[in-house]
């Protein structure tokens, strides 16, 4: 079955510093893939997407390249800030009504002014 | 526009009692709904997911139940709450055929 791997967290960053949290997945055909953020006590908000090899998800700084060669969707900002402190999650999806959500565990981003 | 609502947003209740989770969903007809639960150090595991009034599947076996009573109303219960049923409860939807999930704020519920 479909499954996503995070890197293990938490991860602590000074303001202002390069950010990168991996993602890998397994999963048959070509799935569109997300990063979803959760912010302290709130329910979880699509950050970006790619839903084909090669497209690149960008939101508020944050970029993430569908690599099928690799089956990844790395997560990257150049510079951090306090207020990107959350949990962020990488989930697949592939199309069809009856289509699940796959999500990663989740790892925990604090940033340090 | 669409927005979802759940309700309550924090519930503290005794092991043995009952609960009910609500979510509604307004500005759409005929949506996907999903119940999903994020466990301290588990991640997000998918607990419900229904495409249709009456037309609901479970995905893991547990002390959980879901209905669909109205076309955009998606209610989670439980007869008898356990110590385990405790976590974060998100509700979600998305227009069948679309690829992105909306969320809920979320109830957290603390079974003692």
């Known amino acids: 079955g479909d499954s996503v791997t995070q890197m293990e967290g938490p991860v602590t960053l000074s303001e202002e510093a390069f950010l990168t949290i991996n993602c890998t997945y397994t999963?048959?055909?070509?799935?569109?893939l997300f990063w979803y953020v959760q912010y302290p006590g709130e329910g979880l908000q699509l950050l970006l997407k790619?839903?084909?090899?090669?497209d690149k998800g960008s939101n508020k700084g944050f970029e993430a390249t569908y690599r099928k060669e690799t089956t990844s969707f790395h997560l990257e900002k150049g510079s951090v800030q306090v207020s990107d402190s959350a949990v962020y999650f990488c989930?697949?999806?592939?199309?069809?009504?009856?289509?699940?959500?796959?999500f990663g565990k989740g790892i925990t981003l604090s940033v340090r002014p | 526009s669409q927005t979802i609502h759940q309700w309550p947003a924090t519930l503290v209740q005794p092991v043995g009692s009952p609960l009910s989770l609500e979510c509604t969903v307004e500005g759409t007809s005929n949506p996907n709904l999903y119940w999903y639960r994020q466990a301290a150090g588990r991640g997000l595991q998918l607990l419900f997911y229904?495409?249709?009034?009456?037309?609901i599947s479970s995905e893991v076996p547990q002390n959980l139940s879901a209905s669909r009573p109205q076309d955009r109303q998606f209610i989670l219960s439980s007869k008898k709450l356990l110590l385990s049923d405790s976590g974060f409860y998100l509700c979600?939807?998305?227009?069948?055929?679309?690829?992105?999930?909306?969320f809920g704020a979320g109830s957290r519920l603390t079974v003692l």
């Open positions: 229904s495409i249709g009034i009456d037309q």
């Open positions: 979600a939807w998305t227009d069948s055929g679309a690829n992105v999930l909306t």
């Open positions: 989930a697949l999806r592939h199309t069809g009504a009856n289509s699940k959500l796959t």
């Open positions: 790619a839903t084909k090899a090669d």
């Open positions: 999963a048959t055909g070509y799935p569109s």
